[in-house]
């Protein structure tokens, strides 16, 4: 087996991985809240890499990448917050099946409205980041995928010791865990599932952006296949469970990665769409997920 | 919801299927009968050119889709969201029997058709291969319950698109061509015809009923001796078994395959239709299939805006309407026609009384 290639698959799928991972922590953490598979995430993450463009491509003056990130990912962050209150706010009482058929019908939604304001045709996306690749001796590695990982690897730090540490975090996990008994502990729940759904979306925009950059377009579909594997890897973790969705969508990113290198190209949609449905038959909590008794 | 709850609640009361009493049934008969009649003869007449009775058809197929379809999320309350996958399965079996018999089979036999010939050996084909699948899926996917059941029915219909455009034998991305297109008008419509009412006699039958309260309470029916599995596969499968015969009515229409056609997308469409229609509704099903496949073809300008409008309403329903059009009640032409009778004789009554007053 040539060992540099291996390197060479093993950097790649740590990169498909970390967007996986960044998209499906948004939504792991919106089920964790309202128990709720929001399918628009996956359109939150193209509407992300739409807005980079807009801004890297509309003002002249070549902004540094890390002004572009942040404003596409508040703009993002606002977007799923508006999606919320729209759609999703009224039905929090109502049967699961309503919310989840809103949630698939704002996916097909958001993903028209991309394409009727952007045009069908793939846009090609600037380079942001220079694309001159580094070298750890004969293995190039281009200069997006070492932004992706270390970006994605320090945000999850940073998300996981907010989660933990924080007032905020803190209160999160009481929401997630009972709702109205956080209520009754003076929690401000619409605040909490507005923080939760902003930075879900933010965090999806940011891996809608890596994706972008690194195939070098955007389109209105990138969100349907990209969003459907993050959501695997969400479930593959055990869905609701932060660290769950890291490592899924790295498993995941790791998979796909070396199927399309040692087995068939062709054929690694229908392989992770194959481990989703084993995990779901013999797992169906997950990795790390909890198993849930049901209560008659 | 707490069951007294449940049980004080007026809204709560669901129809439940009655047998067809025999005036009905003549009823019923003589309008699928009247609207057969008219419709063959403007098309034979040629006053609805090939263009509109190819939108016949593909109404028709969009009414046997949601009906299937109604059966597994309407009925028996769970989340399908890969029923393009069997409709699939369907179409490529029936298409390649099809092929294969067109050379084969070449004349009339007695008084049946070739074409109704090649279609019954065709579609009992697409039948059986989608409810194996259907058998294989729904066996260990009706453990899971909501959301994840969902997710692996939309699993497997990604699945099925991938297997099918790479395998040889279905021309893969290129799609099927050459296709015999024998649909006419008449199989389709008595194909619909037959498969709602089969789904209606099915749903009127103790099975049936068994199906309805395993949505209402799964508990609550397997502590009164319902076999939940068995019933919960039985509705699975028979709705994946349609969903196959929908799927060869069309891949005779168009003489044309291609794995795209059967993407998430097209699942989501046909979910739609249930959901507009009213889950848990058959006539509701099948206004909402008219309806939503007409509408698209009336808006040819605006086609861009097509899927906006879709999804767009199938929020705005879930938000104001989650019953959907029909709710789970269902339209009866017994009832309308008194209802009209009543009104007419009112108002003779209503002229009398005038009459006699002056």
């Known amino acids: 087996m040539d060992v540099e290639l291996f390197i060479k698959q093993i950097i790649n799928s740590l990169n498909t991985g970390s967007i996986y991972a960044l998209v499906a922590i948004g939504y792991t953490m919106v089920y964790g809240i309202i128990r709720l598979i929001n399918f628009a995430h996956g359109e939150i993450m193209m509407f992300g890499a739409y807005f980079a463009f807009i801004i890297a491509t509309s003002i002249p003056v070549g902004l540094p990448f890390f002004v572009i990130v942040l404003v596409s990912m508040a703009l993002a962050a606002l977007m799923g917050i508006l999606t919320e209150k729209i759609a999703y706010k009224k039905l929090r009482t109502a049967p699961r099946i309503s919310a989840l058929i809103t949630a698939i019908g704002m996916s097909l939604f958001l993903q028209n409205l991309a394409q009727l304001i952007f045009g069908a045709n793939p846009k090609v996306m600037p380079q942001v980041i220079s694309n001159e690749p580094i070298m750890f001796g004969n293995i190039a590695v281009p200069q997006v995928m070492m932004y992706t990982i270390s970006m994605s690897i320090g945000i999850m730090i940073l998300l996981t010791l907010f989660v933990k540490k924080t007032r905020a975090g803190k209160a999160m996990r009481a929401v997630s865990q009972d709702k109205e008994a956080a209520m009754l502990m003076g929690i401000n729940i619409n605040g909490i599932i507005s923080l939760t759904f902003a930075i879900g979306s933010a965090l999806g925009a940011l891996g809608g952006i890596f994706y972008s950059i690194a195939y070098s377009q955007v389109y209105p579909t990138l969100g349907v296949m990209t969003g459907l594997k993050a959501f695997i890897a969400a479930v593959f973790g055990g869905i609701g469970n932060i660290g769950g969705a890291m490592i899924g969508g790295y498993a995941i990113g790791f998979i796909e990665t070396m199927t399309k290198g040692y087995i068939s190209s062709r054929w690694s949609d229908a392989i992770v769409f194959g481990v989703l449905i084993l995990i779901l038959l013999f797992k169906p909590s997950g990795i790390l997920g909890k198993n849930v008794k049901e209560k008659v | ?358």
């Open chain 2, 1 to 358: 919801m707490g069951i007294l709850e449940r049980m004080m609640s007026k809204s709560e009361q669901k129809k439940v299927y009655k047998k067809l009493s025999k005036s009905s049934i003549i009823i019923n008969l003589s309008v699928i009968f009247v609207i057969f009649i008219v419709l063959n003869t403007l098309i034979n007449t040629g006053v609805l050119n090939r263009y509109y009775s190819t939108i016949l058809v593909l109404i028709l197929v969009a009414i046997i889709m949601s009906t299937s379809l109604n059966i597994g999320t309407g009925f028996l309350g769970q989340l399908i969201l890969g029923h393009a996958g069997f409709m699939a399965i369907g179409a490529y079996t029936a298409a390649l029997i099809g092929i294969a018999l067109n050379d084969v089979i070449v004349n009339d036999f007695l008084f049946i058709s070739r074409n109704l010939i090649i279609f019954i050996i065709a579609g009992s084909g697409a039948m059986f291969t989608a409810s194996i699948a259907g058998l294989l899926v729904g066996t260990p996917a009706l453990r899971l319950r909501g959301d994840y059941l969902g997710i692996m029915t939309l699993g497997f219909g990604e699945i099925v698109r991938v297997i099918i455009t790479n395998l040889e034998i279905t021309n893969g991305a290129q799609g099927l061509m050459g296709i015999p297109r024998l649909m006419t008008f008449p199989i389709a419509f008595w194909t619909t015809v037959i498969v709602v009412l089969i789904i209606y006699l099915f749903m009127s039958s103790r099975h049936g009923r068994a199906i309805l309260s395993i949505r209402e309470d799964e508990i609550a029916s397997e502590s009164v001796g319902i076999n939940i599995t068995k019933y919960k596969i039985m509705g699975f499968v028979l709705a994946s078994l349609f969903g196959g015969l929908g799927g060869a009515v069309f891949a005779f229409q168009g003489g044309f395959l291609a794995p795209v056609s059967f993407g998430f997308i097209k699942s989501v469409e046909i979910f739609v239709i249930v959901v507009l229609g009213g889950m848990g509704s058959i006539s509701g099903a099948i206004i909402a299939a008219i309806i939503l496949t007409f509408l698209p073809e009336l808006l040819r300008e605006f086609d861009q805006y097509r899927l906006l409008l879709y999804s767009g309403l199938l929020v705005v329903t879930m938000l104001f309407r989650p019953q959907g059009l029909m709710g789970t009640k269902e339209l009866d032409p017994k009832k309308q026609i008194r209802k009209v009778y009543r009104f007419i004789k009112k108002i003779i009554k209503k002229d009398i009384n005038k009459g006699s007053d002056l």
